[in-house]
């Protein structure tokens, strides 16, 4: 299956009675989801007269329409652009209506699926004070050039949809999509998806035929991960093989967001073939205590529901591992760290490893700048702080939200855009949720290092 098409559609009228209103411009960006392929803008010649208002609000006047071109002359190129297309416009139901009513009235049934970006944004970004085209795109620091005019708008209502398929965690829209696609009645050769897929970092997600995503995975070549599927001989990849129908992706540049992504929708999708990461990666956790002499001690525990650990490992022996290790490279005291049963001091007292917490020679105070020391290691560098890595574009970033010491969640920003507008950020940010596996993946990607920028951010008293 060929990526799924949309046409970001944006139309002007002559306003009028219902029904009545002609077309005096239109523009349509064709987009695979990933990038616009085509596009066509034109002014039209309505053949009547545009009401005073709307030649106020769009600066479209008869004069400038004498010698645009009929609708019967770009009809041809509108179905051409639009063909296997879900149309995609703000407030859709009148865009399509006042597009089927032209060609109607050439004779034509103008039939296209639509999506409403309205719809959309009450959904996925709700609360806000107003979800008209312009006050909504300004709150969420997007760009709008031209405003009430077709071209503006349409690259307004596109760099929306972006956003909105990136807040989607559910994948309904593009389950729908798939569903509602003629080109997934017939099963694809396995070899033509994966040609389709690019060798880029990201998300990809496939499907059977119903647009069930049967299973979600993450690499940093979507193409090479996807034929390892198709080409797999286990008794999963067969199966998964005979199942699948489509493919999709959405690519984030970053590896870090991939993780974060993939991390978050098998827990909220549970698709079939994920059967073994739908339970916690991360079953043990390093946890932090007091005892009453007042000396901080570090712990190993199976991780609960609600417990929020230093750091998390996926196995025990993983986990006594590094707390071992900790104990040894800041002097701390393996009994106070439940290392050593011993019923005075500590083995490490006796070689002068440890200075003496264990009989409470060491002074509290002291030792415990040492546990803290130890606990900033597996911690976040900053309570409130944005991690900036690759986008998915040259000039765009993507950014990883923490605030107050919890995961807030994921999102993308243009670089002329400035960081230090935390509540357009907050809103551009896709919520995901703060559990034991999502630190982990931060923590660890943190550690190795890759090029990761840290902004701190101030919070308002």
């Known amino acids: 299956m060929k990526n799924q098409l949309y046409a970001i559609l944006d139309i002007e009228t002559t306003g009028g009675q219902y029904n009545e209103e002609g077309i005096t411009e239109i523009a349509i960006y064709r987009f695979n989801g990933h990038k616009v392929t085509d596009q066509f803008i034109s002014l039209v010649n309505p053949e009547k007269a545009i009401q005073p208002f709307v030649v106020n609000l769009t600066g479209i006047n008869n004069k400038m329409l004498t010698t645009a071109p009929k609708f019967y002359e770009v009809a041809k190129r509108i179905v051409e652009i639009t063909n296997d297309c879900i149309l995609v416009a703000h407030n ?49 620091g997007i760009p709008v050039s031209d405003r009430h005019r077709a071209s503006g708008d349409a690259q307004a209502t596109l760099k929306l949809f972006k956003l909105l ?53 993450k690499s940093k070549n979507i193409r090479k991960r996807v034929n390892q599927h198709f080409t797999g001989s286990s008794k999963k990849a067969r199966a998964l093989q005979k199942e699948v129908s489509a493919v999709t992706y959405e690519e984030t540049g970053s590896e870090l967001i991939a993780l974060l992504k993939e991390n978050e929708e098998i827990k909220l999708n549970q698709p079939h073939f994920n059967r073994s990461r739908k339970r916690k990666i991360f079953s043990y956790g390093l946890f932090e205590d007091m ?54 001091h500590c083995f490490n007292y006796t070689i002068k490893k440890c200075i003496g917490a264990c009989i409470q020679k060491e002074d509290a105070e002291k030792y415990n700048e040492r546990v803290i ?9 900053h309570k409130n702080m944005v991690l900036i890595d690759k986008g998915r574009e040259i000039d765009e970033r993507s950014a990883v939200l923490i605030e107050g010491g919890l995961f807030k969640g994921v999102g993308f920003y243009n670089l002329n855009f400035q960081l230090n507008n935390i509540h357009i950020l907050q809103k551009v940010i896709t ?7 999502a630190k982990h993946i931060i923590q660890s990607y943190l550690r190795k290092k890759k090029g990761v920028k840290i902004i701190q951010l101030i919070t308002e008293k």
């Not at 020391?373 to 560098?381: C, E, F, L, T």
């Not at 919520?431 to 596996?437: E, F, K, L």
């Open 165 to 217: 398929l990136a807040k989607d965690k559910s994948k309904n829209i593009l389950e729908e999509s798939v569903k509602n696609s003629s080109n997934t009645l017939l099963t694809p050769k396995l070899l033509n998806i994966v040609d389709e897929l690019p060798s880029s970092t990201g998300v990809y997600y496939i499907h059977r035929s119903d647009g069930r995503v049967i299973y979600i995975g």
């Open 373 to 381: 020391m130890a606990i900033n290691k597996y911690s976040y560098p």
């Open 291 to 344: 005892n009453p002499e007042g000396y901080i001690t570090l712990h190993i525990e199976k991780i609960k529901p609600k417990g929020n650990p230093i750091t998390t490992f996926t196995s025990i022996h993983e986990a006594k591992n590094t707390l071992y290790k900790l104990t040894e490279e800041f002097s701390l005291c393996n009994k106070l760290n439940g290392l050593s049963d011993a019923k005075s």
């Open 431 to 437: 919520p995901m949720d703060n559990n034991a596996d």
């Open 92 to 140: 859709a139901q009148f865009d399509y209506r006042v597009l089927k009513n032209e060609f109607k009235q050439l004779g034509f049934d103008f039939e296209r699926n639509t999506l409403c970006s309205v719809e959309l944004s009450k959904k996925l970004i709700p609360g806000q004070a107003s979800y008209s085209l312009g006050k909504l795109a300004r709150s969420l």
